[in-house]
């Protein structure tokens, strides 16, 4: 795996949703001192039989208006000594947001979401499911304005066995910029069950491996793994979940497995971490 160039990429749309990562990222910018990118994609429909010129001019217009509304969120750290830039691309959102982080091998998307009141919308809707299935580098998604400063505790699901050091190595970082609590939580289902006995001797063999210096471990059952991971969280009122994802074409080959990420960023309103294992 490459090391990760210092940066955060931020997309953004101008809407609401995309407002809420802007603070955010300068949040840990700042404390990474990291180069902060805004990323907006231009997004047009094909018309088939359109004069190309007339498409031209009309790009042209919107990437000038586009320019502008940039350069208005980058005046807003001018007496910050944080490191702006930003990025202009025609293209389809999630793909381009994944080629750009690809490219320049970014090490944090920090993407507002919009909330979704079915499975059925953030499945077919969402630029924000595809991109934290398919991101090179982690991601932040933020549904709801937050201050990472107060964020004290942070939930991590794992089955104790395929987490990656990449990924728990991303996920201490991301403890050391928050200073936050770390709870590794272990969730039983029926077809998926351990003893408090058995847990612990694994979280040992784990801890082993991942070397976790500062940490609380959980047990729980439940009946689906979202279900634990979000009752936990309630629990300790987290301010943030973090989770190992994998992208669509390696995944478990049951249905119900496939969408715990999608459901936990459905149901939390707090802050959620994803990370694919060694990147892609």
């Avoid at 805004?38 to 018309?47: C, G, K, N, R």
């Avoid at 991942?210 to 940490?215: D, S």
């Avoid at 729980?220 to 994998?246: C, F, K, Q, R, W």
Wanted: aromatic share 8%; proline share 2%.
């Amino acid at each position: 795996m490459n090391q990760k160039k210092n940066q955060i990429v931020v997309p953004v749309n101008f809407s609401d949703s995309s407002e809420k990562g802007i603070e955010i990222a300068a949040d840990i910018a700042t404390k990474w001192n990291s180069q902060i990118t805004f990323l907006h994609i231009i997004d047009l429909p094909e018309y088939a039989g359109i004069d190309s010129e007339m498409v031209e001019n009309y790009l042209d217009a919107i990437r000038l208006v586009v320019e502008e509304k940039i350069d208005e969120i980058k005046r807003r750290f001018i007496s910050t000594d944080l490191k702006v830039t930003s990025e202009v691309i025609v293209g389809k959102s999630s793909l381009e947001i994944l080629n750009y982080a690809k490219e320049k091998n970014s090490r944090l998307i920090v993407l507002g979401a919009r909330k979704y009141e079915k499975m059925e919308q953030l499945l077919e809707g969402s630029n924000a499911e595809r991109i934290t299935r398919y991101a090179p580098c982690p991601v932040l998604t933020i549904k709801e304005a937050f201050d990472i400063t107060q964020v004290d505790d942070i939930v991590f699901a794992t089955d104790l066995k395929s987490t990656s050091m990449y990924v728990t190595q991303e996920l201490k970082n991301l403890q050391q910029i928050t200073g936050a609590n770390l709870h590794l939580v272990k969730v039983n289902t029926q077809n998926d069950w351990l003893t408090d006995k058995q847990a612990a001797k694994e979280m040992k063999r784990f801890n082993e491996v991942h070397e976790f210096e500062k940490f609380k471990f959980a047990n729980t059952n439940a009946e689906t793994i979202e279900d634990g991971i979000l009752n936990y969280a309630d629990t300790v009122d987290a301010g943030m979940i973090a989770m190992s994802t994998h992208g669509l074409d390696k995944v478990p080959v049951e249905l119900n497995n496939r969408f715990i990420t999608e459901r936990v960023m459905q149901s939390s309103p707090r802050l959620v971490w994803t990370c694919i294992p060694n990147g892609r």
